[in-house]
Structure formats: C-alpha cells, structure tokens
T-cell receptor
C-alpha cells in the first residue's frame, strides 16, 4: 500500500525552538507539499517542491523553510517556533495523475 | 483564479439518511474534480474523482457527478452510517499540479 509517512503524530515545542517536521513518501512522486490546517481556515499551502532541491513558496511561507535533498523526503522547518504556529501540519505527494496522497498529520503545539 | 465553494457545516444526520454535500467551482479550462475525506485525527484520503464533464466518480457508496453546465460536483450517499462521520473536502486541479481545496464540510451521523 502506498504511503506518505510523517515522523510524529503529536509534538510539543517551546517558543523560539527550531522545529523539524519530516515527511517521507514511497511512491516515487515528483511533487510534495506542506499544508497547515486550522479550524475555519481549511488547508493553506506553506511550501511545495516539484523536484529534488527545488522549492516554491505557497500562500503562507513566512516563518517556515523547507528542504528536499532526496526525492522521497520533504522536510518542513520552523526557524523559531511561535505560538501562532500551533496547528495541524499535513504533508502530501502527487504524481502525474493529480490525486494527492496525504500523511496522517502532525499536531504541533508551541508553548 | 480557481475557487471551490462548499456548503458550510456541520451537516447532522441520522443513520440511514440521504446525504448531499454541495460543491461548486470556478475554474479556467477543464479541471479534474475530487472529493477527499478526513476522519478525526487523520490526514485527508482521496474518496473519489472525475476527470471530465458528465463523469461520475464513486467509492464506498458515495457518488459525485461532474456537471459542467452548473459547475458543480455534489457529493451524495443514499444511506449514511455513523462511521461516515468526518470532514469532506471538495477540490479541483485546473491544469496545475496544485489543487484548490474547499474549506471542508463536517458531517456528523447519529445512531
């Protein structure tokens, strides 16, 4: 069964910490994405990547960066975590048929 | 630009009731249309899709028909179960590999 795996389901971090969220897919997909999901706001695109070492800003990139050194792995980095980054983070990948495969999500709490 | 509008929730039904969740879209060209489902604490899963006008996508008793004349892709199920309680997202891909998502509609099914 094809999978997108996010490294943590729940994470609690302190304000100012550098936070790494990891995502790995086993489908050889070119495209990978990071979203955050907040009540009433739906899914908002943070960053995406269409190839190794390539990255593009989404709608809300401020306070985040990404890394894609290998095709199967796409990391989201919170440079200095703040309380307004408390959210559910969803990673997804897609191939050429458009449909997305999502990971189970990481619920991040910044205290 | 592209947009997707879903009916606001929550939609509350009794078990075995008929379900409709409305979705309309605005897009240039000929997008593919999708429904995703998110169960509590999980990421999104692809439920069904339709790639051209008049196509009907179906899965797990859910159906949606791509109506180009009304720019709609309403989700229906004839008899809902408690296990269908989830958040449902309508989405379109309009020639780019980045989809446009609706804000999601919460479905609550009571026994």
């Amino acid at each position: 069964d094809v999978k997108v795996t996010q490294s943590s389901r729940y994470l609690v971090k302190r304000t100012g910490e550098k936070v790494f969220l990891e995502c790995v897919q086993d489908m050889d997909h070119e495209n990978m994405f990071w979203y955050r999901q907040d009540p009433g706001l739906g899914l908002r695109l943070i960053y995406f990547s269409y190839d190794v070492k390539m990255k593009e800003k989404g709608d809300i990139p401020e306070g985040y960066s990404v890394s894609r050194e290998k095709k199967e792995r796409f990391s989201l980095i919170l440079e200095s975590a703040s309380t307004n980054q408390t959210s559910m983070y969803l990673c997804a990948s897609s191939g050429t048929n458009y449909g997305y495969t999502f990971g189970s999500g990481t619920r991040l709490t910044v205290v | 630009g592209n947009s997707v509008t879903q009916m606001e929730g929550p939609v509350t039904l009794s078990e075995e009731a008929f379900l409709t969740i409305n979705c309309t879209y605005t897009a240039t060209g000929y997008p593919s249309l999708f429904w995703y489902v998110q169960y509590p604490g999980e990421g999104l899963q692809l439920l069904l899709k339709a790639t051209k006008a008049d196509d009907k996508g179906s899965n797990k008793g859910f159906e949606a028909t791509y109506r180009k004349e009304t720019t709609s892709f309403h989700l229906e199920k004839g008899s809902v179960q408690v296990s269908d309680s989830a958040v449902y997202f309508c989405a379109l891909h309009g020639g780019s590999y980045i989809p446009t998502f609706g804000r999601g509609t919460s479905l609550i099914v009571h026994p």
